[in-house]
């Protein structure tokens, strides 16, 4: 779209992304996933290394220290699922971007060239996500801000509602991961195994 916002170095369309990092972690005994390290490093750091392309980067979790600035909020109330915590990243950046990422923070091999595939696949729809190889949709996507703004809901509605009713109205392209990109660690069990 010829009126999207710019990238200020004229790089194309900008970019900008959310961080969901502020669940229960019911299977894990309520941890603090974002601090959960694989290879030495958190998955908050990994999640944001994976976002390196991105104008501005809100995390929606505690606040900690990263090696790149970051916004840190949270919703309010708190833990109200997926689509509270994109809307409320999404109302947190100083400008609303072209396209909109996000990405739970427990999605360790979710990378920039993960990013960049989504990007491009989104191209002619008003958003892309990730699939694993059973097909299901992760959490790991890119959307189209002006049409994500088109069909939120109110903030009473937005809190406790499933990802794939507030994206029913939009084109979705699904992009299929490559390797273990769709993994996500859901248990002590799913952490191990990305060690292995």
Do not use: C, I
């Amino acid at each position: 779209m010829d009126n999207e916002p710019q990238h200020p170095t004229g790089a194309g369309p900008a970019f900008s992304a959310v961080v969901l990092a502020g669940g229960t972690a019911a299977r894990m005994g309520g941890v603090d996933k974002a601090g959960l390290e694989v290879a030495g490093r958190t998955l908050l750091a990994l999640a944001l290394e994976a976002l390196v392309d991105a104008d501005e980067v809100v995390v929606v979790g505690p606040t900690v220290p990263t090696e790149r600035p970051v916004t840190f909020v949270r919703e309010d109330p708190p833990l109200g699922g997926p689509v509270d915590g994109l809307l409320t990243g999404r109302d947190a950046l100083a400008q609303p971007p072209a396209w909109l990422g996000v990405l739970a923070v427990d999605m360790p091999r979710v990378t920039a060239y993960t990013f960049r595939r989504l990007r491009e696949a989104a191209t002619g729809y008003d958003a892309a996500l990730l699939v694993d190889g059973s097909g299901r949709r992760q959490l790991a996507g890119v959307v189209r801000t002006a049409r994500l703004d088109a069909v939120r809901p109110d903030r009473e509605g937005q809190h406790g509602m499933a990802l794939h009713r507030l994206l029913a109205p939009l084109t979705v392209a699904e992009v299929e991961a490559e390797g273990d990109e769709g993994r996500d660690v859901d248990t002590w069990a799913d952490l191990r195994d990305l060690h292995g």
